[in-house]
């Protein structure tokens, strides 16, 4: 284990120091220095102007909500003050309260406190770094259910893409899980993944603080990764690909009344800021997203129909690594979430090594029977509970059994039909994006023959 940081509150002691190295950056914090390591030549291959300006926008992006999991009020940065600043905290202002309210943390306090957090650099901004561009995309791959259908659809669209893993190095069950599956996908389709290992997200684990249990260090990750991608965008694409599926659009009421989001920085509107920064570099660069047309339960459907041989390797689970290295735990919303949304299309769980969650005891992770604790941000929209309501109608319809059926026939079989064409356009319809033409069209066609049976 490593050791607990001790937080320090005096300015001159809360400096961060970020280091250019041979294969990334170096972040030097209260005595400890923790690296960002990119495969060997990409970094080498990046101009010093964009290292500089890499070291100085990822540097801030990856540390700036390092004080919200730790009782740090002030950061002191030896480079110059990022371009992205008033965009981060706009997005990590934002995150705040969806993450505050699965945690039950104060949210206006948890928002004034982020706001009175002290940020100094060491000279103004300047932007003197200019980016190459060719044709591709930069695709992040997490073995999740968004970035396999990425993949799928990036391939089927002839996209140039260079797939890029990040091993964050928080979570060690689930980072040997990925990089072992990432390795089987390597192999049976002929692709490279390029591995990045980012140890600086440490500072941003309550664990490294020894405080409590909370992900508001967490929310710049996709951010964070819309810089990871330079040194692989540089003369050799011009799109990062996104994973963001319309759902992250769908906001909800917390308990305090504010506004909540599951993951503000995968929101159309976050897209936009951080393809704005971007484009700084260069004007063609652009940040999109494939499947943000698309609601989970579509996307479900596309994936398992079109793309089994990607879908096989799917695990995205709330509790990886408490889960006695299991695949799936079966102890979250999100494990039950995909099983029902699963079998509203007829798909064997079995086949990604699920079981079903289809009896009384798993009633609280499905957010259809209520917001109990066990539901987090990503189920608690209106949206996520219709989307539950048609799923489990959808599962009933094809002839699923199980004591949660029985409860749904109960309780909200009357509901579904009344609402089933309402639902069903709802969730199947193609959301307006701003895609490129080019790509658009032909995603479109895709879209339109794999959801014409249940729209």
């Known amino acids: 284990m490593y050791q607990k940081h001790k937080s320090r509150k005096n300015k001159d002691v809360n400096k961060i120091v970020i280091k250019k190295t041979k294969r990334g950056l170096a972040v030097r914090f209260h005595d400890k220095t923790y690296d960002l390591m990119f495969p060997k030549n990409t970094w080498n291959l990046l101009p ?47 995150q705040i309260p969806g993450i505050a309210d699965d945690y039950e943390c104060d949210i ?7 706001k009175s957090i002290e940020y100094s650099f060491e000279r103004t901004r300047a932007v003197d770094a200019e980016a190459s561009v060719r044709e591709g995309a930069v695709v992040l791959l997490s073995c999740g259910k968004d970035s396999l259908l990425t993949l799928g659809l ?22 040997s899980f990925s990089l072992k599956t990432v390795k089987k996908i390597e192999n049976d389709f002929d692709i490279n993944v390029h591995i990045i290992t980012n140890y600086i997200e440490k500072l941003n684990d ?7 249990p909370t ?52 929101t159309t509107t976050a897209r936009h800021q951080q393809q704005k920064k971007l484009k700084l570099l260069n004007k063609r660069y652009r940040v999109i997203s494939l499947v943000e047309p698309l609601t989970d339960i579509a996307e479900v459907k596309i994936l398992f129909s079109r793309y089994p041989e990607l879908a096989k390797y799917q695990f995205s ?6 889960s006695n290295g299991k695949r799936w735990c079966h102890s979250c919303n999100k494990c039950a979430r995909l099983s029902i949304l ?23 992770y499905y957010t259809l029977f ?11 929209s209106t949206q996520a509970r219709d989307q539950q309501l048609l799923a489990f109608y959808m599962a009933y319809t094809n002839g699923v059994t199980g004591q949660l059926i029985d409860l749904f026939k109960k309780m909200f079989l009357s509901e579904a039909v009344a609402r089933e064409d309402e639902l069903r356009d709802t969730f199947f319809k193609i959301y307006k994006t701003d895609l490129p033409g080019n790509l658009r069209t032909r995603l479109h066609g895709i879209i339109k023959e794999e959801l014409a049976d249940v729209q």
């Open 215 to 266: 992900c508001l260090g967490y929310t710049h990750m996709i951010t964070g990764f819309c810089f990871l991608a330079l040194p692989f965008l540089h003369d050799n694409a011009s799109m990062v690909l996104l994973g963001n599926q319309q759902n992250m659009n769908f906001s909800f009421r917390t308990k305090q009344g504010y506004i909540g989001f599951p993951s503000y920085d995968q």
């Open 108 to 114: 206006p306090q948890t928002i004034e406190r982020f």
């Open 317 to 322: 689970c709330n509790c990886l690594d408490g």
């Open 206 to 212: 309550f664990e490294t603080w020894n405080t409590s």
């Open 342 to 364: 699963m079998l509203a299309h007829g798909f064997d769980v079995k086949s990604i090594g699920l079981h079903s969650m289809l009896s009384r005891r798993f009633k609280d």
């Open 154 to 175: 990036a391939r089927e669209l002839d996209v140039d893409i260079t797939p890029i893993h990040i091993n964050d190095t928080t979570t060690p069950y689930e980072n």
């Open 370 to 380: 209520g917001l109990n604790p066990e539901i987090d941000r990503y189920d608690k």
């Open 48 to 94: 010093t102007k964009l290292k500089n300006l890499f070291a100085q926008e990822f540097g801030f992006i990856s540390t700036a909500a390092m004080p919200l999991v730790s009782d740090i009020n002030n950061l002191t940065y030896n480079t110059a003050q990022p371009l992205f600043e008033k965009e981060l905290k706009e997005i990590i202002l934002h």
